[in-house]
Each structure stands twice: as structure tokens, then as C-alpha cells.
């Protein structure tokens, strides 16, 4: 049978889709850019019945290597799936493709007065679908939720081709299995993506930037305890260590206060009056802790914040190319806990660790920044990953907050996940896809 | 084996444990009324090993017949499993056993000024368990989401006895496929809950009640719509229409206008200042569709109109004891439409139908005014709710918001699933049951 559906088996278009953000490259046999969900059919249909492993791919900025294509693999690519197909704003939704990008997706509704909260970091380039896939986060998500709480109905393909509808276009339903918030997170190992429903908010009226400097880590961690438990919510809440803002000012300077041992970036949405009354309170609880605060007076000092926060990730990079970087979360209460035991790890180890992150969600992006060129550095830094990890679960977190699985934790799984639980995981799989060709090796090994 | 759990197998016991609020009757076999999830275990090995029905059962308040026993079947309380076992103040959340009733664990909250949102009408007697197993809402959920929003982490007994875990203690974590949002909503059909980890809230500082009375169903149905379209959420939005109204004066006079078509009773919560604004923006957008508006000024005045609210179910079943009982769900946009398509389907047909509900979730509880002791009247009552969901559904519904399948839909899924997703969740089923012990009957026929 012939594939009728655009695709290449050109190497130099193979190498494009053979690798992504993750840094871990695999080998593909096939790059196809369907169009509609009958040309995916198509595909994995072609794929089916050649045994062949698929791989749907979004914009590849996963940092787990979801997106990286077991050997002689046929990779699906979103990018040709990439319309917003419909924004209703009487109910407060939108339908659009996997292959449309998180920020054009806020854009569009921005200008139409709506808001659509999930902002990862790399919400320039990644993809709605990839998004799903992954249930991605930000730093919104403290208190607007992730990916999985906007999602409101899938379209997807079964790897033999048959499309699916699931969930509900209305506010509530319980009729049968929660199938949509089983593929969301599934890291493309159930179904392929076709369309999404999501719900989204009206903008908030206003928005309101802090920033607060602080002696010692840990009272960063009290004074973050602190605000939640006093009732105020704030849409972000995140932390870089001394580490990271100096990175950062190296990277790109935007006057960051560099001679202290951390800060906060706080942010307030809603009603004007609202905000300020939490800032006030904001403020008196980092001051209380010996923080030296600001709030940004206009929104080219709020951009200025932010600039310095999504630059965290180069910055890093620029310094160490080949670090490690894991995603944990703890219960918010041992955040503290978690960062002493992370400075000493690096201590004993003489490896140092960085860290940011969103600190009101309890996770942290941790650094190892070690080379992959330095063999024997980079075997410690390795083994220092599972302590961490350990750490982590001791503390009662888990060992993924927004990044998955896929192919780089998937020794680790059962660290966290019982024997039971993953064979039931593996079982649910397997009503998906008997053959297991959807995106082999990631999540379990 | 003898079952070394407490249990029963006399007559008036099992007539207890025979029926639930569906007004349906099962014959179970045995009851038993385990006190740890060990117990459980025990008891389900019991079953599995005799291949005996087991049927997880709270309060029995479910309105679709989800906790009738199969014939023969060993009934699962969760009586004895009624502990808060822990609040953490910290983090925001609590353990609890699944038989801790939900006003109970309200009150507990309350008292310590945090806030659980999820208050189904029968929040006196359900259990949290139940609420879980059905994915419970309430008014609140319009502006709080639904039981599932809520739990964090599960721990349940599978058909042979193994005791798994899900979810996690953190406000985020994607590490493998979502089985606590699988077991939420699966309706006693996958395992057996033994514990539940719930997030909660901070106490709202204030509430605001108002009750708008329409001339025109059509006017409170745009009213409705306009609310949540000028970017406030009220925590309720709910309806009656004039024949609900009329049947509560009746039953319990608290003196609601009775010559009116349709009333709103809307409450908002938050900071005083916004909802003294937001209460003035909703006063003006139901006076613009000629609504008489009263602003309850007291909490005296508030619980009245809340009983009015609470009163509607016992007062439509003393009018008629065999009504049959619909939660249907349609886009908020489409409420004034499926309103209208009743008033039709009511007039054509010569039976009343009685409207009431989460109007601000499109979510209406549909009372068809029949007596089942009229029999050739009942069975055309019965032939109008197919004839009601091919309506919703045509309306982009769903034919259950919060009641669930159970036994007395299950008839009916098909006309909302496709014939693959049923497929696929009886192939979910047989992962977690495949014995097919599990409540059987319900969800799927």
C-alpha cells in the first residue's frame, strides 16, 4: 500500500525529526505531515500493518525525550495540523489542532479579551498537542492548574486507525470512563491527538508584579507557606536560587539584585482593588522574613521580570551545556527541606546544583550542571539524579511535576510507582495498542 | 474460608442494603461492613475466590441506582469507614476514609476556616466515597469544579484483593497514566475506594445571596449567559421554573414569589469589595431582562432561600412519588433553547416536566411528573427521555452531569458514546476486573 499522505524518508528530513529539546537523538524511517485526522488514520493505518513503532511529535521541546523516535520509527508531525478551528465565546471555548502553538494560542484569544492559563515555559514554540500530551504546566499553574483542567473534549486516532471522540463540550459529564483525562499526560504512548477542546477565562482586569530578595532560601520557603496559608493565591510564585540569578545576570542583565541567596516573583491577577489589598499583604509577609522588595511600576518593568525568569533556562545552558535537569515537586510545607538536602547533596559531591522554579506548586526545576564531555563528572552527576529523586519521594513528592516520563525517567518509575499500579498502567495500554507501537520505550522501559 | 470481617447474611439486613434513592431494589447475598482497607481485601478475595458480585456502597443516595445490588452480591459499606484521618493545614489538604459523610467533613473544615466546595443536595447524607465514585458536584461547582477537581490521591482495593495507590501528595505530578481520574466517576465498577486524599480551600472572607424572579424562562436563561460572558463567576447559579416554585411554596412556605416564570438564586464569595461590585454588575444585568431582584441581607435570609433551593426534591417527589428524574447537560448557551424544547416536549405529551438546576452549568435536573402507579402514563413518560436526550444531545449535551449511568442509564449510553470508546472502557474494565465482578450491570449493560 502506498502512503497518499504528504511524508520523507530523506535522510536530512529524518535528522530534522530524529532528535528534540531533550538532547537524546533516535533514528526514524519515516517523517509524514498529515492534514486531518483521516490522513493520521492513514498513517497509522500504513504503520499498523507493517508493525512499525509511531512517534507523534509536536514541536520537540519536550525535556524528556518523548519526542525522540525509537529506531526505523514512522514520526507523526502536528506541524501541518495547525489551525484554531473555532472560538466560542459564549461558552468560553476553543477547538483547535495539536500543531497550534501555546503562544499564538493566547495571543488570539488576548485580543478578543480571553485568557488561556497554561504557560510553559517554552510556550513560544511548544504545541497545544504536545501540551496535552505532556499536561503540561507554568507558572500560572498555581493558581490556574495545568494543561489537564482546560481540556475538555479529544479527538485522537487508535494506532489501527480508528478515530475517537471523548468527554463532553459542557461544564460537567460522568457518563462512562474519564477517557480524556486518561490520554492527557499519556506522552503519546495511547493515541494519537487531533483535536482539542479547551476552555478558557476571561481576562483578568489587571495584574499586578513583585519581586522579593532574600537572605537565605529558607526564608524564601517560609514566606511562600506563608502567603498561601494566609489565603491569597497568587497567579505565579517563583524562586531562582543565588546560582541562577547570577546565570542570569551574566546572560542577559536586567539589574537583578545578584548578592543574595534568592528570589521571588510574585504575581497578582484579578480585580484592581483586589490585588492591591494581597500585595499589601504579600509584601508585609517577604518583609517579615528580612526580604527586600519592589513592584514592578509599569508593564516594561513587568516584562524586564520576566525576561530575567525565561531566561533562566539559557542562562544555564550557556554555563553548562550537557547539565542535568529534573523536575521535582514536594509537598509546598517541605520545599525548605528539599532545598537544604539538595545544597548539601551538591556539596558532598562538589557538583553544583542550581535551582528555580515554581515554588508555590512545590516544584523545582533542579540543575545539575555538570559536562557530558567530562566522562567520570558526568557519571556522578548522574548518580546524584536518584538521590535526589530519593529525597524527593521521602519527602512525599514525585519525581515529574510537568516534564513526564518518557524516555530519560523511565528507569525511575518505579521508584515512585508500585508493581501493581504499572502493570495496571501497562494494561491500559494495552487496550489502546495491542501491538505497543505507539511511541515505544517511553514512560515504562 | 470463613470471612473474618464483620458481615451479615439475615434477611432485614440485606433489605436494608437492597435498594438506594433510585427507588430500584436488589437481593444481595451478604453485607459486610469492613473497618480497614485489609478488611476490604478480605472481603473482596472472599468474592473473587466464590465469583460472587461485589457491590462498594455508601449512603445509598445515588439517584441512578449505581449502589442496587446485582443478585447475590456482597455489598461493600463504607459505614465503618468513616474517619478523617488527617488535615493538613499546611498544604491544603486531608485524608479521609470513603463512609465520612460530606457535610460532616464540611463542617470540619469549617471550623478551622478552610472550605470544601464539592455539596451535592444530599450533602447531609452522602458520603465522600460516593461522591468520588460518582464524581459528585453540587450548585458550587460552576465556579469550583466537581469532585474530581479535588482528589489528589486514591487508595483502592482491586476485585482480588490487592490494595494500589494513586495520584500524588503535590499540587502537580505526571508521572505515568492518571488512575485516580479513572477511578473518579467509574462508578464503583474498577475498585473499591479505601481512602481519599482531598484538597481544600481557604474560607471564602464573604457570600452574597440574591434572588432574581423572572417573567420568561427564555429572559433568566440570557441572563445567565450574560453573567459569565462579563467575566464573573458566581459560586452559584441556580434555577427553578414556576411549577418547581409553586410545588416548594406548597410543601415549604418560605415565600418565594409563586406568579413568576422563573427564579435565579445566585450567591457570590470572595473579598466584601468585589462582591458588593459584582453583586450591583448581576443585579443590572437580570434587572435589563425585567427581573424583581432581593439581595438576601442576612445569613437568616440566606438559609431561607437555600431551604427553598434544598427543599425542591422532597417537594416535587410528594407531588409525585414515581417522578423520574433526569441531570442532563447542555452547552450554557443552549439553555433557553432546551428549555423551550421541555415546555414543548411537556405540552405535546400531556405530562408535566419540572425544571431545576445548575443553570450556570447548563446542568438541569428534568423531573418528568409521572406515577408509576399509572402505568400506560408511565411508560409515555419513560419514552420521553429518549426523546429529552436525543434533544440534549442534539444540543451538544451530555444525558448526565452528576448522577452518572449506574442502572437506570445505562440503557442509554450509546446514544451519547461511540460504539470504540465503549469498546475501550469495557477493555479499561477487564484491566482492573477481569473477573467482571465489580457492580456489575452498571455503566454498561
Given amino acids: ?213 532574600f537572605g537565605d532560601v529558607e526564608a524564601a520557603g517560609r514566606a511562600v507557606s506563608e502567603i498561601i496559608a494566609s489565603g491569597i493565591l497568587p497567579r505565579t510564585l517563583e524562586f531562582m536560587d543565588s546560582e541562577c540569578i547570577k546565570a542570569v545576570e551574566k546572560f542577559r542583565p536586567t539589574g537583578l539584585h545578584t548578592i543574595i541567596d534568592a528570589l521571588l516573583l510574585i504575581e497578582l491577577d484579578g480585580y484592581p482593588e483586589v490585588i492591591e489589598k494581597e500585595a499589601q499583604r504579600v509584601l508585609e509577609i517577604c518583609r517579615n522574613w528580612r526580604a527586600k522588595c519592589e513592584v514592578a511600576s509599569d508593564e516594561e518593568a513587568r516584562q524586564k521580570l520576566w525576561d530575567s525568569r525565561r531566561a533562566v533556562s539559557p542562562a544555564l545552558y550557556r554555563i553548562s551545556p550537557g547539565k542535568i535537569n529534573e523536575d521535582v515537586v514536594v509537598p509546598r510545607s517541605r520545599l525548605p527541606e528539599m532545598l537544604a538536602a539538595f545544597k548539601k547533596l551538591s556539596g558532598e559531591s562538589g557538583i553544583p546544583i542550581v535551582n528555580f522554579g515554581h515554588a508555590g506548586d512545590g516544584n523545582i526545576h533542579v540543575n545539575i550542571m555538570a559536562d557530558r564531555r567530562d566522562e567520570e563528572k558526568y557519571k556522578k552527576a548522574q548518580g546524584l539524579v536518584k538521590e535526589i529523586f530519593r529525597k524527593v519521594l521521602d519527602l512525599g513528592g514525585t519525581i515529574s511535576g510537568e516534564h513526564g516520563v518518557g524516555l530519560t525517567k523511565a528507569a525511575y518509575i518505579n521508584m515512585e510507582i508500585g508493581e501493581t499500579e504499572i502493570e495496571l498502567m501497562r494494561g491500559l495500554k494495552r487496550v489502546f495498542d495491542p501491538k505497543g507501537l505507539l511511541n515505544p520505550g517511553k514512560i515504562f522501559k
Same sequence: chains 1, 2.
Fill in 1 to 213: 500500500m502506498a502512503l497518499r499522505v504528504e511524508h520523507s524518508t530523506e535522510p536530512e528530513d529524518l535528522a530534522c525529526y530524529g532528535f528534540d529539546a531533550s538532547g537524546l537523538k533516535g533514528e526514524p524511517a519515516l517523517v509524514a505531515w498529515p492534514r486531518s485526522a483521516d490522513e493520521v488514520a492513514q498513517v497509522m493505518k500504513y504503520a499498523y500493518d507493517k508493525d512499525l513503532a509511531i512517534v507523534p511529535r509536536g514541536a520537540g521541546t519536550g525535556m524528556t525525550a518523548g519526542a525522540v523516535p525509537a529506531k526505523g520509527a514512522v514520526v507523526l508531525s502536528t506541524e501541518k495540523l495547525n489551525s484554531i478551528l473555532e472560538v466560542d465565546p459564549e461558552d468560553l471555548n476553543a477547538v483547535v489542532e495539536p500543531g497550534v502553538i501555546n503562544g499564538k494560542f493566547q495571543r488570539e484569544l488576548a485580543g478578543r479579551g480571553y485568557f488561556y492559563p497554561p504557560d510553559p515555559a517554552s510556550l513560544e514554540f511548544c504545541t497545544l498537542g504536545g501540551n496535552v500530551a505532556e499536561n503540561a504546566g507554568g507558572p500560572r499553574a498555581l493558581k490556574y492548574g495545568v494543561t489537564r483542567d482546560y481540556v475538555m473534549q479529544l479527538e485522537a486516532v487508535l494506532p489501527d486507525g480508528r478515530i475517537i471522540t471523548t468527554g463532553v463540550k459542557t461544564h460537567k459529564g460522568v457518563v462512562g470512563y474519564d477517557l480524556t483525562r486518561l490520554l492527557v499526560g499519556s506522552e503519546g504512548t495511547l493515541a494519537m491527538i487531533t483535536k482539542i477542546r479547551l476552555r478558557f477565562l476571561p481576562m483578568p482586569e489587571d495584574v499586578s508584579t513583585l519581586i522579593a530578595y
